[in-house]
């Protein structure tokens, strides 16, 4: 089965004034059919960055220098500004962190979902509205027509990130990009929404790229994991072997600096330090300032280890000790 | 054991007035456009010295209102609250005027708590200085001390807050808090906007500070599993009201209020495996417009009539540990 | 402290490498610049006095401009119906005129600060009173306050200022209390009320200093309209006698022969006052684009 979004060697650059800037850093990820991969990284890993690349939505001082994004067969990258408008929310489609910035304040729901089916699909507004209050109950949200007819700050937040998600699969889209969504939503509100975005992928085979800094939201969501620090993929695989066996340093940190798994009182295993710069990251592996397991060799580029569904990017991978 | 702080029958409502126009509107006949947010209905907590308690809750639940009563930033609409007996803040022409020092804040984003244009240095040392909490000769040296404190190097006093990173501001905000030589901190999600790595060093500084200085803190989280990590007991809260009270681990282990069950089960779990999710029915409902009868009875599965009409108070469902639902005092059934 | 020192050279420089992308600004402000020299240095630069009486020379009455009078030395800009040389007019009034303009604008400034600092901080009702009188004196043109107020308090340098400070705090006012209630609700300054510090602390050593870069920016504009402002209560006739030359009333004073053939006496000033204005509010636009990039698009 192909995938239904390939990204190969993507990378992003920024110029500011003290330097270019590498937020996105060869990045390369496949996900399939009805499938969820977790992009998984703290601030500044280039993470979502890597989500707006993939739309072509990086603005100036950004600028993405290389790289290929295939969906269905074409190269995203090699359209044109008009065709790319064409593929987003039609095969491409992406959700927010605030649902504000795909929500019009000033139009009821019902309205802006016409507008974003009738902008791909030349269909009545009664068909229209149809469809809208059908992508309204595909995400869970009760009373589907009657929220057609609120404005969006007649809704809760998670509700407006439910109407969010249902704009963004109005086309069936092969491949859903979410950057962060859940962060700012209650807990209780998060795990309504992730139960219908796993139903989601299950029941309409759009493939999903769920950004978060939550490695406890992808650990329960996702099939497969990719960890990004400093701008690269350090490490990828099945969320079942990541979790359960990180390969990289960094991963493991991650996984040990949540308090839920320790006992309480008890000092955290904590990564030392703090996210390098962009502008001058060490030379080799960007981890190693911060790594128990660095040794000279780290100064040089690390190779990919591990096998071909499980790898990290790492000179001293965990588990082969 | 005597309670250092102590919270007793605290509420607090904000009141939006009309303006002028919805005024008028209201005077030939339209609708009132006065607004009250019931942020918090009759709190009762206590803190003995050196004791954490920890606060938890969604949006709404009225936590980090509390903690702004407690800091003497708001007064309560009703009820008291008190250090050592005396009162923290006392009302002066509707605003609140702080009277004591010994009670401290650390804020939740330290991108904003620390004025941009002032040096750490001076933020640090701009409240002992002013209250004389040591001699004034020897405030250059505290403000060493404390940057060495919380990890950072002494040399750092003459920068200016954007030189640093999230995670070394919040240590900043924590040497400014202590400064104060505060008999209670209050953290209001202190290390929510930290990513995980930064949290966890944060989280063992204050760890090791406790350990230290013996504090006693006020810890207001959405975070269960970071709350766990620190408290000695816990509070859960929903629209304003304490509906569980009990130790820690008790309450992590034998949770008994159908609200703190159901919040254990929506949080996503480190682990392996495709897990179904069990999340809460329904939304939180609007503090401006709270259920009546238990505010968790829209969502709750086990409301019955009772709930719809009778606010259930927080009673022992075990020594320690206090329970706010008709399910442990009676019944949900309405007597007869 | 040699890390703070660079920084805030750091900053200086950053801020100065963005105001250069505009140079037009740049030119600006080196008009301006000069413009302040020559003023303030106008006892030394300007061939004539032309405050004192003894110096004019009937006979050099209308000398067209580069002519040389009696004096023995060029006109350069001509001279007026009393022999008055026209370009040491021109600088002395262009003294006069910044000299209004900047007292004018620091004491509005100051004003507008107490009044928008106050009504922010304390809110309810003192802001409601407050800040609707600012809004009343929004309303009605800044010229037709200042016309008023020197009917009512007579003319000179310190009643001109006077009135200009009541015509134009407002602006300032409205200002700061908008970026002050902002600035007000953000976490450092309830940091700063709950360790407790007292309110004037808290107003002047936190609130003020971040409220201060969109002030800047209104008092550039506001020293260029205070400027203009003068110079029409002089033209009008109600500002400064022509024994203390102001542009405006040397403008005023040529503007009596303009439809004779000698128009330098109304057109040299009325240049300098132009130069002067928008070379301010030019380099104003450039510091607001500096300042905050979204308002320069």
């Known amino acids: 089965m192909s995938a239904a979004i390939e990204v190969a060697g993507l990378t992003t650059q920024f110029e500011t004034r003290a330097g270019i800037v590498t937020a996105v850093n060869d990045v390369s990820f496949s996900v399939g059919r009805g499938r969820i991969l977790g992009l998984v990284g703290e601030s500044g890993s280039g993470k979502s960055v890597t989500g707006f690349s993939i739309l072509g939505l990086v603005d100036p001082p950004g600028r993405v220098s290389g790289g290929q994004v295939l969906v269905a067969g074409t190269d995203l990258r090699g359209l044109t500004p008009e065709a790319m408008r064409k593929m987003r929310g039609k095969a491409v489609s992406m959700v927010f962190q605030d649902p504000m910035m795909t929500l019009n304040p000033v139009l009821r729901v019902g309205d802006q979902m016409a507008r974003a089916v009738r902008a791909h699909d030349r269909v009545s507004t009664r068909a229209a509205w149809d469809r809208a209050r059908a992508a309204l109950e595909v995400v869970g949200i009760p009373a589907a027509a009657e929220r057609l007819h609120a404005y969006p700050h007649q809704l809760s937040g998670g509700m407006r990130q439910r109407v969010a998600i249902a704009i963004a699969i109005l086309h069936q889209p092969a491949v859903l990009i979410a950057d962060e969504p859940t962060t700012a939503l209650d807990v209780s509100i998060q795990g309504q929404i992730l139960a219908e975005v796993r139903r989601l992928a299950d029941d309409t085979g759009t493939a999903i790229v769920w950004i978060t800094h939550d490695l406890a939201v992808v650990s329960s969501l996702a099939d497969d994991i990719c960890v990004m620090y400093a701008g690269r993929i350090v490490e990828r695989g099945p969320a079942e072997a990541v979790i359960a066996r990180p390969l990289h340093p960094y991963t493991r940190g991650l996984m040990d600096s949540v308090p839920a798994r320790h006992e309480p009182g008890k000092p955290l295993p904590q990564i030392p330090g703090s996210t390098p710069s962009l502008l001058n990251l060490p030379s080799g592996c960007p981890f190693r300032n911060r790594c128990p397991r660095a040794s000279d060799l780290c100064t040089t580029d690390p190779p990919e280890v591990g096998t071909a569904t499980h790898s990290a990017r790492c000179h001293h991978p965990l588990g082969d000790a | ?336 | 402290m040699a890390v703070a020192e660079t920084t805030r050279r750091q900053r200086l420089s950053e801020f100065w490498s963005d105001f250069a992308q505009s140079r037009v600004a740049v030119v600006a402000l080196a008009v301006i610049l000069v413009l302040l020299f020559l003023a303030f240095a106008c006892e030394w630069v300007a061939p004539q006095d032309p405050y004192d009486l003894r110096n004019l020379d009937w006979l050099d009455a209308f000398l067209p401009p580069g002519t040389v009078g009696s004096g023995g030395y060029v006109h350069v800009l001509g001279t007026d119906n009393v022999g008055r040389d026209m370009l040491s007019a021109v600088l002395y009034g262009l003294r006069t005129s910044f000299i209004i303009g900047l007292s004018a604008g620091a004491l509005a400034l100051t004003a507008g600060i107490a009044v928008g600092l106050t009504a922010a901080y304390f809110g309810g009702r003192l802001e409601a009173v407050l800040m609707r009188v600012v809004d009343l004196q929004l309303s009605m043109p800044a010229i037709l306050m200042a016309l008023v107020l020197v009917a009512l308090l007579g003319s000179g340098v310190g009643q001109i200022v006077l009135a200009l400070v009541v015509a134009q705090y407002a602006y300032f006012a409205r200002t700061t209390h908008g970026a002050a209630t902002v600035e007000r609700r953000k976490d450092y300054i309830e940091a700063a009320r709950s360790t407790p510090l007292p309110t004037y602390r808290v107003l002047f050593r936190h609130l003020l200093p971040n409220v201060m870069p969109p002030l800047i920016v209104v008092a550039t504009v506001q020293v260029a309209a205070a400027i203009a402002l003068e110079a029409t209560l002089s033209f009008l006739g109600v500002g400064l006698p022509l024994t203390e030359p102001s542009l405006g009333s040397l403008i005023s004073n040529g503007f009596r022969y303009i439809h004779t053939d000698r128009t330098w006496l109304s057109l040299y000033p009325g240049f300098a006052l132009m130069i002067t204005v928008v070379a301010i509010n030019l380099v104003g636009d450039q510091v607001r684009t500096v300042l905050d990039p979204r308002q320069g698009l």
């Open chain 2, 1 to 336: 054991m005597s309670a250092l702080l102590q919270i007793t029958g605290v509420s607090k409502r904000f009141t939006r007035h009309p303006n002028l126009a919805e005024r008028m509107l209201h005077a030939v006949g339209g609708p009132d456009a006065t607004q009250t947010v019931h942020a918090l209905t009759d709190v009762t907590l206590e803190v003995a010295r050196g004791e954490v308690l920890g606060i938890v809750g969604e949006s709404g639940c009225g936590k980090s209102t509390l903690g702004r009563i407690v800091s003497g930033i708001y007064m309560p609409s009703a009820g008291s609250i008190t250090l050592d007996g005396k009162p923290v803040a006392r009302d002066r022409g509707g605003a609140a005027e702080k009277l004591t020092t010994q009670v401290q804040m650390i804020h939740q984003d330290p991108f904003a708590s620390l004025n941009p244009r002032i040096k750490v240095g001076q933020t640090i040392s701009e409240g002992p200085h002013h209250h004389r909490v040591v001699p004034r000769a020897q405030v250059d040296t505290m403000v060493r001390d404390l940057l060495g404190r919380v990890g950072l190097e002494p040399s750092y006093a003459g920068r200016l807050p954007h030189q640093f990173s999230g995670g070394q501001r919040q240590r900043i905000a924590i040497a400014r808090a202590l400064a104060m030589n505060p008999d209670l901190l209050v953290l209001d999600e202190a290390v929510a906007s930290l990513d995980v790595s930064i949290q966890a060093q944060v989280l063992n500084l204050f760890l090791e500070l406790r350990r230290e200085l013996g504090l006693t803190a006020l810890f207001i989280s959405h975070d269960l599993g970071v709350v766990r990590h620190v408290s000695d007991r816990v509070a859960i809260m929903y629209l304003g009201r304490v509906v569980e009270l009990a130790p820690a681990e008790r309450i992590y282990n034998d949770p008994q209020h159908p609200y703190t069950r159901a919040l254990f089960e929506s949080i996503p779990v480190l682990g392996t495996g495709r897990r179904e999710f069990h999340p809460i029915k329904g939304e939180i409902p609007s503090p401006l417009n709270p259920p009546p009868g238990c505010a968790f009875h829209p969502r709750c599965p086990h409301a019955g009539p009772r709930c719809r009409v009778e606010v259930p108070a927080l009673s022992p469902a075990a020594p320690g540990h206090g329970v706010a639902c008709h399910l442990n005092t009676g019944g949900v059934e309405l007597a007869a």
